[in-house]
């Protein structure tokens, strides 16, 4: 089967992870008329509750592999999965994005010299590999944030510094595995982009993202993004120029910072998937990012990506769960016709873990991202 081909429903398509995130894909291809099979190690995995089937086993199984290898096309929900296992199943079936991307996007190394490589800018950086590479030409560097260049997110294996000692001890506390120190820049703004793919001819974007995070962990998305129009137009162009420099198939989600008072944009990172950002999409868009991940997938054009309203999406973590497990208030939010609640059916609430999200839309999306800030207020035991 060519990636032409389309695939139509009821094929069963397949999905590498099975957290909110394929929950949400698995709700997508049910509506759309596909059959699922989850690929997760959880036997409480969220996406397994509307997956036709759930193979619980590791990501590198090959017993597994081999049935997930049996879908019509396979997709993944995070970057972290074994690049290998998604080589491994484009031998035997379409997949998308392809197991080349997903490595890009797994290493910060590799991902800053392709973002560049596309003629792209990204914040000054250097990579700190051993501790020989941390000389007095880092300082050019500092103050900066010393990432790990794998396995890192929502703020996680990440340390700020500001001198050559305290970078020598980020970098040994991070256990001396391959970083990036990155130059901290005069920020005054991240968007997020969401780029849907299947070929050169067929591309969309949708509208930026405005991010507002707390703690490391994105809280709020904005939309449509309160900067200038040249400027949010500026960030899809670079992002599908960045998508087509991967020759990238499938949902990308690409981060970018403004600079400065003329807000210029770098390229902070890039997600293979459907992205916490584009959450809002569901509710406000005339088609999610979760549908396109199938359309894609089963060699279809991107649909419609026009935003219907504006709006703004809140996170909800497990920080608003009681301590004794008790639930947030939901009637408020409930009662607010202007709202829509995602659960992601997590078993356990953590601090720091996200457990759902939900939309205002509004006239504005100055108005709808208070809205939300006087709802998500009212979560909280």
């Not at 649909?303 to 939901?330: F, H, K, Q, Y």
Request: glycine letters at 8%; hydrophobic letters at 40%; a negative charge.
């Amino acid at each position: 089967m060519t990636l032409n081909t389309p695939i139509l429903p009821p094929a069963m398509l397949g999905i590498l992870g099975g957290g909110q995130l394929g929950r949400m894909f698995a709700i997508a291809a049910k509506t759309m008329g596909y059959r699922v099979t989850v690929l997760d190690p959880d036997p409480d995995a969220p996406a397994a509750e509307f997956a036709d089937r759930h193979l619980c086993a590791p990501f590198d199984d090959a017993a597994a592999l081999n049935e997930l290898a049996q879908c019509a096309a396979v997709t993944t929900e995070f970057e972290n999965v074994n690049a290998d296992s998604m080589r491994f199943l484009a031998t035997h079936t379409r997949v998308s994005p392809s197991g080349d991307c997903v490595a890009v996007a797994q290493n910060r190394i590799q991902e800053k010299a392709r973002i560049q490589k596309a003629g792209l800018q990204t914040a000054p950086y250097q990579a700190v590999c051993k501790v020989e590479d941390i000389s007095e030409a880092s300082a050019e560097f500092l103050p900066g944030i010393l990432k790990t260049a794998t396995l890192g997110y929502d703020g996680k294996g990440q340390i700020r510094v500001k001198t050559l000692a305290e970078l020598q001890a980020a970098f040994a506390e991070l256990g001396g595995v391959d970083c990036v120190l990155e130059k901290m820049v005069d920020l005054r703004g991240e968007i997020s982009v969401i780029v849907c793919r299947l070929d050169s001819e067929n591309v969309q974007t949708f509208d930026p993202a405005e991010n507002i995070h707390e703690n490391g962990i994105l809280a709020y998305s904005v939309v449509p993004a309160r900067l200038p129009q040249d400027i949010q137009q500026q960030a899809r162009q670079m992002a599908r120029r960045l998508a087509d420099e991967l020759d990238y198939v499938g949902v990308l989600a690409v981060e970018l910072f403004a600079v400065g008072d003329t807000h210029e944009l770098v390229v902070n990172e890039i997600a293979p998937r459907p992205h916490n950002s584009g959450h809002h999409t569901i509710d406000a868009c005339a088609a999610d990012q979760f549908q396109q991940q199938v359309r894609i997938m089963c060699g279809l054009p991107p649909a419609d990506t026009r935003l219907l309203s504006p709006c703004c999406m809140a996170n909800i973590l497990g920080d608003v769960w009681g301590a004794d497990g008790g639930e947030p208030d939901w009637l408020p939010l409930q009662r607010d016709p202007a709202a829509h609640l995602h659960q992601y059916g997590k078993q356990a609430a953590r601090k720091g873990r996200k457990m759902g999200h939900f939309t205002v839309l509004a006239n504005d999306a100055g108005t709808a991202f208070e809205h939300a800030c006087v709802l998500h207020s009212t979560l909280a035991k």
